[in-house]
């Protein structure tokens, strides 16, 4: 019996580019939880003399509001929205910036088999900058795409038709490992072959029902 709750075989040589979010499947989902649902608010009641309640009700009521749009992971966006310097706040807590376990040791194995390695992420690119300058992960990657570039999220309809005019690649020989299941099932539904959950995205959390697709649950899984 394996170790692991899930034991994903991928056949690596039909694989020639590896598409790969960043938070919640190579990053810890706890640093922008904590951010979201704690740090701004707490932020956001100071700054706006609110009660802490309210603050906290002002961004997860937006938030539901905005769910799945390009605008919900757009720090541009949420500066305008609530006058604030949202780049400057994530600075304060980026100690909780961490990798998750084995990933440096995955993205090199990826190198090894000599895979196109692509980060693909819905995080704006201020987000994306403040975290690379705390964990050494972007020399790794032969292309990082966040899909503000392409002026809609991984979510939505149309995307990876988008995706395919600025990056090369075969859907049917393409992997791609993301922690959001709507996303997964955008590209499942576009056609690619080779698609896996993550089953902790948040390790202060419980394990995540992947529901209908195949999850990571470390790392080490994928190397054989």
Same mark, same amino acid.
């Given at each position: 019996?394996?170790?692991?709750?899930?034991?994903?075989? +991928?056949?690596w040589?039909?694989?020639?580019? #590896?598409? *790969?979010?960043?938070?919640?499947?190579?990053l810890?989902?706890? =640093? !922008?939880?904590?951010?979201?649902?704690?740090?701004?608010?707490?932020?956001?009641?100071?700054?706006?003399?609110?009660?802490?309640?309210?603050?906290?009700?002002?961004?997860?009521?937006?938030?539901?509001?905005?769910?799945g749009s390009?605008?919900?992971?757009?720090?541009d966006?949420?500066q305008?929205?609530?006058?604030?310097?949202?780049?400057?706040?994530?600075?304060?807590?980026?100690?909780?910036?961490?990798?998750?376990a084995?990933?440096e040791?995955?993205?090199?194995?990826l190198?090894?088999?000599?895979?196109?390695?692509?980060? +693909?992420?819905?995080a704006h690119h201020?987000? #994306?900058? *403040?975290?690379?300058?705390?964990?050494?992960?972007?020399?790794? =990657? !032969?292309?990082?795409?966040?899909?503000?570039e392409?002026?809609l999220?991984?979510e939505?309809t149309?995307?990876?038709?988008?995706?395919?005019?600025?990056?090369?690649?075969?859907?049917?020989?393409?992997?791609?490992?993301?922690?959001?299941?709507q996303?997964?099932?955008?590209?499942?539904?576009?056609?690619?072959?080779?698609?896996?959950?993550?089953?902790?995205?948040?390790?202060?959390?419980?394990p995540?029902?992947?529901?209908e697709?195949?999850?990571?649950?470390?790392?080490?899984?994928l190397?054989?």
């Open positions: 019996m394996s170790k692991f709750p899930d034991n994903p075989y +991928l056949p040589s039909e694989i020639n580019t #590896v598409f *790969l979010d960043m938070d919640g499947t190579l810890d989902l706890h =640093f !922008d939880n904590h951010f979201w649902l704690e740090h701004l608010p707490k932020r956001v009641a100071e700054h706006k003399q609110l009660a802490p309640a309210e603050a906290r009700l002002l961004v997860t009521e937006h938030c539901a509001a905005i769910e390009l605008n919900w992971y757009c720090l966006y949420w305008a929205y609530l006058a604030m310097d949202i780049v400057a706040l994530k600075h304060e807590i980026a100690e909780r910036i961490a990798v998750r084995h990933v040791a995955f993205l090199g194995y190198r090894q088999l000599d895979k196109r390695i692509v980060l +693909l992420t819905n201020k987000s #994306v900058n *403040l975290k690379f300058e705390y964990v050494n992960l972007a020399p790794y =990657f !032969d292309r990082i795409i966040s899909s503000h392409l002026g999220a991984k939505e149309g995307f990876w038709e988008r995706l395919l005019a600025i990056e090369n690649f075969q859907p049917e020989h393409s992997l791609f490992i993301d922690d959001n299941l996303v997964l099932r955008n590209a499942k539904q576009y056609g690619l072959k080779y698609l896996l959950a993550v089953r902790d995205p948040d390790s202060t959390l419980p995540k029902d992947t529901a697709f195949e999850a990571v649950v470390c790392y080490q899984q190397m054989r």
